[in-house]
């Protein structure tokens, strides 16, 4: 048993209250106290009426109201608890016959504190003042309280009902049940309507949970029909949820993606509960209505409301990973064939020489090299093709870019075209991923086709529409890519007799021979000084001489 000041707080019955140790009640101010003199089934009538239509706040107002002036109390009020801050807020507060609005006040050193500590129902008849002189008893000038918990289902505390009066509260274990009955019903609509707070707050946490999810998500009647669509598909298929909610989705998807859409809507509907969802093998096409499209992954689900049967169509569009992931691919190639360079390159990146007739070649080069045109170099084989091109190249405004190289003889012919252009998965035996192209890697630089007499006709043509329109299809895809791309050609043919037999297009030369070079053959030089070494090539003839009756140690390219 607890004792308060002199006051017991015991178990919660209509006779368990805090009830004084001592306390005399004067039989002339009996007519003048709350409680007394009562009648309690007037009283239950008056606050039953005044309630039963109510609920909400609405309740709480009709209940405080009902309750001071069938109780014959000064004031009555129900608060909700808050516990962070040990607080209480009054959702209805009726005080001297008028409300008290917005009425929130700290429960320390008052009576409600030891009806929230306790979780008990508290009786302070009187000299409610000398007990909590620090609170807001001494403002409104208190003088009995009498208050009860309110309690949620697992016990926790989530607010109070109490009566407050300036006179003297007996005790009248009678009405102490009317009030425990009124407590326990406030009780029940506060209860519920913290789950309907939790309910708009899980809905709200939801909603922006979906909202801010990348993937498009529809609701979908049985004709396929747009019945609801959140925001981010507005974004995904660039248009208002106002146009689309009641019109056929049908016609955001490309016709083959339509049929595929129907079938499996009709599949969903045969399934068992439980089992109405199913993730689209191969996604969907999307076209949305500014005319672009894009490919999505998919999930379809059903579910039944009010007899009903609607589908979530979930879209997400991979085109952007899709993207990385092409680029990531493009970049992995690419760093691969550059690992290849440098083994081949061991910094021959010079060529030196005195002759007239490099001198006129190195000429060539520094004119043509600035701008974008076509260039074959034609010449033996030995004579350095490839350092032209990537001189050419390195004085190019592509040399931030790696020269692509291309040997068209190295390459059998029926792997030439994927060399070229690329593919896609499956498009031939043994393809199991998509695989970009040397063109595609030289979108933005310099390609170099090596040995480009060796080129099969019909691949002849193919080339000759990438140097035309500057665009070209992957193996086994449909779809056209354009690139930008620099085309250095290199042959140790000569083509126009390759043109009179019919081995090469004369329409190809032609787009090839824009700018031509021909190297001087190295049988023209009566000493190795016309030949295009490399600095390492020269390097190691200065170490170790093994020329030196050949060439002059200061000079080993004329």
């Given at each position: 048993m607890l004792r308060f000041n002199g006051y017991l707080l015991k178990d919660v019955t209509p006779r368990n209250v805090v009830t004084p140790l001592r306390r005399v009640i004067r039989m002339a101010d009996k007519d003048r106290m709350p409680l007394l003199d009562l009648d309690e089934d007037a009283a239950l009538r008056t606050i039953l009426e005044g309630t039963a239509t109510e609920t909400g706040e609405r309740f709480f107002y009709a209940l405080v109201e009902n309750l001071a002036k069938a109780l014959n109390t000064h004031g009555a009020m129900v608060t909700r608890y808050r516990p962070e801050k040990r607080q209480l807020q009054a959702y209805a507060f009726w005080m001297d016959g008028k409300w008290l609005k917005d009425f929130v006040f700290d429960i320390a050193g008052t009576p409600c504190e030891q009806v929230i500590n306790h979780g008990r129902l508290v009786h302070f008849p009187d000299q409610l003042l000398d007990l909590f002189p620090g609170s807001n008893v001494r403002e409104f000038g208190l003088v009995s309280y009498l208050g009860m918990p309110l309690e949620d289902a697992d016990g926790s505390i989530l607010g109070h009902l109490a009566v407050v009066d300036r006179r003297l509260m007996p005790e009248a274990p009678r009405v102490l049940a009317i009030f425990r009955i009124f407590a326990t019903r406030a009780a029940a609509e506060l209860q519920r309507l913290?789950?309907?707070?939790?309910?708009?707050?899980r809905e709200e946490k939801f909603g922006r949970l979906v909202d801010s999810a990348m993937d498009a998500i529809i609701e979908l009647d049985q004709t396929c029909q747009v019945t609801r669509m959140k925001s981010a598909a507005e974004k995904v298929l660039r248009c208002p949820t106002g146009q689309m909610v009641g019109q056929g989705f049908r016609s955001l998807l490309a016709r083959e993606s339509r049929a595929k859409l129907t079938s499996l809507m009709q599949q969903l509907n045969a399934r068992p509960e439980g089992q109405r969802y199913l993730w689209i093998p191969g996604g969907l096409t999307a076209q949305p209505a500014d005319g672009s499209s894009f490919q999505a992954e998919a999930t379809l689900s059903q579910f039944e409301m009010h007899g009903q049967r609607f589908c979530t169509l979930i879209l997400r569009n991979v085109n952007d990973r899709l993207e990385a992931e092409r680029k990531i691919q493009s970049l992995t190639v690419q760093t691969e064939y550059l690992q290849e360079e440098i083994k081949e390159l061991h910094n021959s990146d010079e060529i030196l020489g005195r002759s007239k007739s490099l001198a006129t070649v190195l000429r060539d080069v520094h004119q043509v090299a600035p701008t974008n045109a076509t260039v074959l170099i034609l010449g033996e084989t030995g004579v350095g093709k490839e350092l032209l091109a990537r001189a050419i190249h390195s004085a190019s405004p592509r040399r931030d870019r790696p020269l692509i190289k291309v040997n068209c003889a190295a390459i059998p012919a029926n792997l030439i075209e994927s060399e070229f252009f690329g593919h896609e998965k499956g498009a031939f035996t043994g393809t199991t991923k998509n695989r970009e192209g040397r063109f595609r890697l030289a979108d933005g630089s310099t390609i170099f086709l090596d040995e480009v007499g060796e080129l099969p006709l019909d691949l002849q043509?193919?080339?000759l529409r990438v140097l035309q329109e500057g665009e070209f299809g992957p193996v086994g895809s449909s779809q056209t890519r354009r690139v930008d791309v620099r085309v250095i050609a290199?042959?140790?043919?000569?083509?126009?007799?390759?043109?009179?037999?019919?081995?090469f297009r004369a329409d190809l030369y032609y787009r090839l021979n824009v700018f031509p070079i021909t190297v001087p053959p190295c049988a023209s030089a009566r000493?190795?000084?016309?030949?295009l070494l490399p600095p390492l090539q020269r390097d190691s003839l200065q170490r170790w001489a093994v020329l030196s009756t050949l060439c002059p140690r200061r000079a080993f390219v004329a």
């Amino acid at each position: 048993m607890l004792r308060f000041n002199g006051y017991l707080l015991k178990d919660v019955t209509p006779r368990n209250v805090v009830t004084p140790l001592r306390r005399v009640i004067r039989m002339a101010d009996k007519d003048r106290m709350p409680l007394l003199d009562l009648d309690e089934d007037a009283a239950l009538r008056t606050i039953l009426e005044g309630t039963a239509t109510e609920t909400g706040e609405r309740f709480f107002y009709a209940l405080v109201e009902n309750l001071a002036k069938a109780l014959n109390t000064h004031g009555a009020m129900v608060t909700r608890y808050r516990p962070e801050k040990r607080q209480l807020q009054a959702y209805a507060f009726w005080m001297d016959g008028k409300w008290l609005k917005d009425f929130v006040f700290d429960i320390a050193g008052t009576p409600c504190e030891q009806v929230i500590n306790h979780g008990r129902l508290v009786h302070f008849p009187d000299q409610l003042l000398d007990l909590f002189p620090g609170s807001n008893v001494r403002e409104f000038g208190l003088v009995s309280y009498l208050g009860m918990p309110l309690e949620d289902a697992d016990g926790s505390i989530l607010g109070h009902l109490a009566v407050v009066d300036r006179r003297l509260m007996p005790e009248a274990p009678r009405v102490l049940a009317i009030f425990r009955i009124f407590a326990t019903r406030a009780a029940a609509e506060l209860q519920r309507l913290h789950r309907e707070v939790e309910i708009r707050e899980r809905e709200e946490k939801f909603g922006r949970l979906v909202d801010s999810a990348m993937d498009a998500i529809i609701e979908l009647d049985q004709t396929c029909q747009v019945t609801r669509m959140k925001s981010a598909a507005e974004k995904v298929l660039r248009c208002p949820t106002g146009q689309m909610v009641g019109q056929g989705f049908r016609s955001l998807l490309a016709r083959e993606s339509r049929a595929k859409l129907t079938s499996l809507m009709q599949q969903l509907n045969a399934r068992p509960e439980g089992q109405r969802y199913l993730w689209i093998p191969g996604g969907l096409t999307a076209q949305p209505a500014d005319g672009s499209s894009f490919q999505a992954e998919a999930t379809l689900s059903q579910f039944e409301m009010h007899g009903q049967r609607f589908c979530t169509l979930i879209l997400r569009n991979v085109n952007d990973r899709l993207e990385a992931e092409r680029k990531i691919q493009s970049l992995t190639v690419q760093t691969e064939y550059l690992q290849e360079e440098i083994k081949e390159l061991h910094n021959s990146d010079e060529i030196l020489g005195r002759s007239k007739s490099l001198a006129t070649v190195l000429r060539d080069v520094h004119q043509v090299a600035p701008t974008n045109a076509t260039v074959l170099i034609l010449g033996e084989t030995g004579v350095g093709k490839e350092l032209l091109a990537r001189a050419i190249h390195s004085a190019s405004p592509r040399r931030d870019r790696p020269l692509i190289k291309v040997n068209c003889a190295a390459i059998p012919a029926n792997l030439i075209e994927s060399e070229f252009f690329g593919h896609e998965k499956g498009a031939f035996t043994g393809t199991t991923k998509n695989r970009e192209g040397r063109f595609r890697l030289a979108d933005g630089s310099t390609i170099f086709l090596d040995e480009v007499g060796e080129l099969p006709l019909d691949l002849q043509a193919k080339l000759l529409r990438v140097l035309q329109e500057g665009e070209f299809g992957p193996v086994g895809s449909s779809q056209t890519r354009r690139v930008d791309v620099r085309v250095i050609a290199a042959t140790n043919r000569d083509l126009k007799k390759s043109i009179e037999t019919r081995e090469f297009r004369a329409d190809l030369y032609y787009r090839l021979n824009v700018f031509p070079i021909t190297v001087p053959p190295c049988a023209s030089a009566r000493t190795i000084s016309r030949y295009l070494l490399p600095p390492l090539q020269r390097d190691s003839l200065q170490r170790w001489a093994v020329l030196s009756t050949l060439c002059p140690r200061r000079a080993f390219v004329a």
